[in-house]
């Protein structure tokens, strides 16, 4: 089985681009989340989708970022503009939902510069 | 709120030796418990998960960590840590919040090994 798979694996853009990055899940997990990784706060999770619906969006930064599930199979993350204190590594984790364990994608490690 | 806690950034030890990883929780109910594993450039991989039941649970990689209710522990331990076990590890809870599922991580500690 294919696991959680995303794109693009590395991403190095300047300040005030756009920055799109993408996901597959596990083919019949109905819970998405977006984690975002940084040496300063540790794993942070941004947005937790359920059956394709965003459930808690607490932890998106700011108005910058937006993420959406448009269907059960993909979801994007989106950074508009983006900062250099983005730079982070973005990790994608789905699970079959309630109590079940996550499976991470391994990731995406952006750099703003 | 859940939280929990791994009070060691770095731990280090020698090939061959045994290892115990620290995992301190706050739940209000019966906690869902899980350790994960990231080796570099790579995803989180689950170790081992506890639900409920026998509170010593054996997870992949030789890999066991016991709940106790009494200290609100999960420590992950392994009898003879082998040089490929270098890598970060994460203690997570899980719980209900809002009729929602969310885990929450620890921060992770990193284990050295020396050859």
């Known amino acids: 089985d294919a696991g959680v798979i995303q794109s693009p694996r590395h991403e190095v853009t300047e300040m005030g681009q756009e920055v799109t990055l993408r996901c597959k899940p596990i083919s019949g997990h109905n819970s998405l989340f977006w984690y975002r990784q940084t040496m300063m706060r540790g794993l942070e999770l941004l947005i937790y989708?359920?059956?394709?619906?965003?459930?808690?969006d607490s932890g998106m930064p700011e108005d910058r970022f937006s993420a959406k599930m448009p269907n059960a199979s993909f979801s994007t993350l989106k950074i508009q503009p983006s900062e250099p204190r983005d730079s982070a590594v973005y990790f994608c984790?789905?699970?079959?939902?309630?109590?079940?364990?996550?499976?991470f994608g391994d990731g995406t490690r952006l750099s703003i510069l | 709120a859940q939280s929990v806690t791994q009070p060691d950034i770095h731990i280090t030890v020698s090939e061959g030796a045994s290892l115990e990883l620290r995992c301190n929780y706050s739940y209000g109910a019966t906690p869902y418990l899980f350790w994960y594993v990231q080796s570099p450039g790579q995803g989180l991989q689950l170790l081992l998960k506890?639900?409920?039941?026998?509170?010593l649970v054996q997870g992949i990689k030789g890999f066991e960590a016991e709940f106790k209710r009494s200290q609100s522990s999960f420590n992950l331990r392994k009898p003879s840590v082998h040089w490929s076990d270098a890598a970060e590890y994460f203690c997570a809870v899980g719980g209900t919040s809002g009729g929602s599922y969310i885990p929450t991580f620890g921060r992770g500690t990193s284990l050295i090994v020396h050859p």
């Open positions: 506890y639900f409920s039941g026998d509170t």
């Open positions: 989708f359920n059956n394709n619906v965003p459930i808690d």
């Open positions: 984790a789905s699970s079959l939902g309630g109590d079940q364990p996550q499976h």
